[in-house]
Structures are given as C-alpha cells and as structure tokens.
C-alpha cells in the first residue's frame, strides 16, 4: 500500500543511522514493527495479575529466567 507521509528529513536520517537500515522503507517498516511490539508488551504487563492472565508477573520472570538458563545451556551444549 502506497502512503504518502510528510517525515522530518533530520529524524529519518537519525533512525536510518541508528538502525544500519538501508532504505527509507526498511527504517519506517522497523519503527512500526517496535511500536506495535513495545504496545503488545505493555498490554501484557497490565493484564499481568489481572485475572485476565492466569499468570502473576513473578511467574513471568522466573520463566524467563528459566527460558534464559535452557537456551544458555542449549547454546554451550552446541560448542
């Protein structure tokens, strides 16, 4: 789909260095891409310990600390 956007010419310059993107395209693609990713992760911190989610942030964490661990291990194993 085909948008036509007005971008401060200084700020696209400064995401395409900071992002090693290549094209115009590709940078705006990765800001939406981290919008919509850091969005989805906000909801679920808010949602944690709501009864929405059977899962209270402290399990969170440890799982991530186990997931961490795992694939620390998987990483090693393959060495």
Do not use: F, P, W, Y
């Not at 906000?42 to 944690?48: G, H, I, R, W």
């Not at 989610?53 to 990483?75: F, Q």
């Amino acid at each position: 789909m085909k948008t036509l956007v007005d971008i401060n010419e200084d700020v696209l310059k400064k995401a395409m260095e900071l992002s090693e993107a290549e094209t115009k395209k590709d940078v705006i693609m990765l800001a939406l891409e981290g919008l919509i990713r850091s969005r989805l992760r906000e909801k679920l911190k808010q949602s944690a310990g709501s009864g929405m989610i059977g899962t209270k942030m402290s399990d969170l964490k440890r799982i991530r600390h186990r997931r961490k661990k795992v694939h620390r291990n998987l990483r090693m194993a393959k060495r």
